[in-house]
Each structure stands twice: as C-alpha cells, then as structure tokens.
C-alpha cells in the first residue's frame, strides 16, 4: 500500500497552536488534501495544496513539499469544536492518481 | 444540492446474507466513489465510477462485493455473504474531474453491523 505515516494521538489547549506532520510516498508532481473528521461523521474537505508551499484559509494553513513527500496542517486559536481526526490525503501513486489515499488520521484532542 | 445521501444509515445483518446501499450523488458531479472505513482508521478506497463506468475496483475487495451506476447518476455497493469482518462504515462521495481542488464530497455514510 501507499505509506502515509501521521501521528495518532495529539492534545492542544484551547487557545493555542498545533501543527500535524504528514509524510507519504510522493509522485513528486500531486497535490494534497487534508480532511476533518468528527466522532460518528463523514470526513468534510479543509485544503488543498496543488503546488508547494502555505496555503492559508482563516485560522487553518497548510504546507506541501511535494519532493520530500511531506506536508503539514496547522490549527490556530484552538476551539473546543476542532476536536476531531484530521486526515491526510494524498492521491495514490498507481491507478492513474484518480482516487485519493487516506491516513489513519490524526486524533486532535482539545482542552479547556 | 442537498449533498451526497446515503441510505440506510444504519443497516445490521445476520451473517450470511446480502445487503445493498444506495449513494446519490451531487447532481452535477460525474465521479462516484466508495469507500470502507473501520474504527481508528482512514477511510480505505473500494472502487470508483465516472458517469456509468466501474474505472477501478480494490485489488483488496473481495468478490463478494460489487457496485453499479447504471445511468451515472446513483451507485449501490452490495454484498453478498456477509461475513463478521465486513462490518464498517461504508462511505460514499462524490467529485467533479475537473474540479479537482474541491475534493470529494462525502456522504454520511451507512454503518454496517454484522452478527
């Protein structure tokens, strides 16, 4: 399979910064996805990176290098509603880059 | 757009039988996908169609499993002989080729049980 290693598990206080790493097994050429995903719900789009570098939209940024197959998602102003698992989605590597390929996700835990 | 539907939402069946789940699409949208997703883990890719045509299918999917989209509009994803192992969340979304930067569309996907 394609591997994309996230991190499982992490906690944040509400108010701060988090940042959640993603590295995959790149084309070199793709883009990126990242999706959000509460408890008991279906995944929802947040970014996309086409090309390499920040892309911001409000208090969520993310970064792609798509050379070193590696991309980030930073949360800003924490809030307790952004608890949730964040899904790392590159498109796969065979078949055409038709479909996308998810992580396992990352486990965001937010406190007061 | 009332967004990708799903039905039913929930669905448990006894071992050994068949089930079927309906996804309708964004109207507009001309690619369908399905995937699998299991407690603790990412979504897993099942097969895909654009318009009416089955373009790819897992190489993991057992031939249990089968999906159409007759007229290119609504997929139903059925399996047959169900087993313990097949209970999920089973998730449909939808994507427009060349909108590629808007991602997937997901439903809300129907949660499998199988006793």
């Known amino acids: 399979g394609q591997n994309i290693d996230q991190p499982t598990e992490m906690t944040a206080t509400e108010g701060a910064i988090v940042q959640i790493n993603c590295t995959y097994q790149t084309s070199g050429f793709n883009g990126l996805f990242w999706y959000q995903q509460h408890a008991g719900e279906a995944p929802t789009f947040l970014s996309y990176?086409?090309?390499?570098g920040l892309e911001e939209k409000g208090r969520f940024s993310s970064f792609l290098s798509r050379s070193k197959g590696y991309s980030y998602l930073l949360l800003k102003e924490l809030q307790m509603k952004d608890s949730a698992s964040y899904l790392c989605?590159?498109?796969?590597?065979?078949?055409?880059?038709?479909?996308?390929?998810f992580g396992a996700g990352t486990r965001l835990a937010v406190h007061p | 757009d009332t967004g990708v539907s799903q039905d039913p939402r929930h669905k448990i069946t006894k071992r050994g039988q068949n089930v079927t789940f309906r996804c309708d699409p964004i109207s507009e949208h001309n690619r369908l996908y399905w995937y699998r997703q299991t407690l603790g883990q990412g979504p897993e890719f099942l097969t895909y169609?654009?318009?009416?045509?089955?373009?790819?299918k897992s190489r993991l999917l057992s031939d249990r499993f089968s999906a159409e989209r007759p007229k290119g509009s609504f997929s139903t994803l059925e399996i047959q002989r169900t087993e313990q192992g097949d209970s999920a969340m089973y998730l449909c979304a939808s994507s427009l080729v060349d909108r590629v930067n808007y991602g997937y569309t997901f439903g809300s996907g129907t949660r499998l049980t199988v006793v």
């Open positions: 989605a590159p498109p796969s590597v065979s078949g055409g880059y038709n479909k996308l390929i």
């Open positions: 990176n086409v090309l390499d």
């Open positions: 169609f654009q318009n009416e045509a089955q373009l790819e």
